[in-house]
C-alpha cells in the first residue's frame, strides 16, 4: 500500500496517567527511550506483529488538549512536505530530523487536520 499509516503518537499533558490507562486497557508494550535532541521522555508503543505502533510524549504546549497524531509513510520528507505546502496546507513543524530514526514534519490539511509526515532512517 502506498503512503501507509506508520505510527501514532498520543501527545498528552499527563504520560504517566495515559500509560496506567493504556496498559491496563490493551495489551500493549510500552518502552521508554530517549531520542536524542528529542522530548525529555519518549514512550514507544508496541502494538505486536498486526497493526500501527506508535509513542506516547508530553505536549510540548502546556495546557493544551491531549491529541493523537497518526503519521504516513512518504518517500521523500522534503518533497512531501513541500507538495503538501503547495496543495494548500500549513506545515507547523517542518522537517526535523531525528537521529538514527528517520525524519517528519507535520502539516495541518486545508480542511484543518493535524498529520505528520514520517520517513525512516535507512536501516544497515
Not at 502506498?2 to 498528552?12: D, I, M
Not at 528529542?38 to 493544551?64: C, D, F, N, R
Not at 500549513?90 to 537521529?99: A, I, K, Q, S
Amino acid at each position: 500500500m502506498p503512503n501507509p499509516f506508520v505510527h501514532v503518537e498520543l501527545n498528552t499533558g499527563d504520560v504517566a496517567r495515559a500509560k496506567s490507562f493504556y496498559s491496563a486497557l490493551f495489551d500493549w508494550k510500552l518502552e521508554d527511550v530517549v531520542i536524542p535532541g528529542g522530548p525529555e521522555s519518549y514512550t514507544i508503543i508496541g502494538v505486536g506483529e498486526t497493526g500501527t505502533g506508535g509513542g506516547m510524549m508530553k505536549h510540548l504546549v502546556q495546557g493544551a488538549p491531549a491529541v493523537w497524531l497518526p503519521y504516513v509513510h512518504v518517500d521523500d520528507i522534503h518533497a512531501a512536505t513541500k507538495r503538501a505546502r503547495e496543495l494548500g496546507a500549513t506545515v507547523t513543524r517542518d522537517v526535523t530530523e531525528v537521529p538514527g530514526f528517520g525524519a517528519l514534519s507535520i502539516i495541518v490539511d486545508p480542511t484543518g487536520a493535524e498529520l505528520g509526515l514520517w520517513k525512516a532512517a535507512p536501516t544497515t
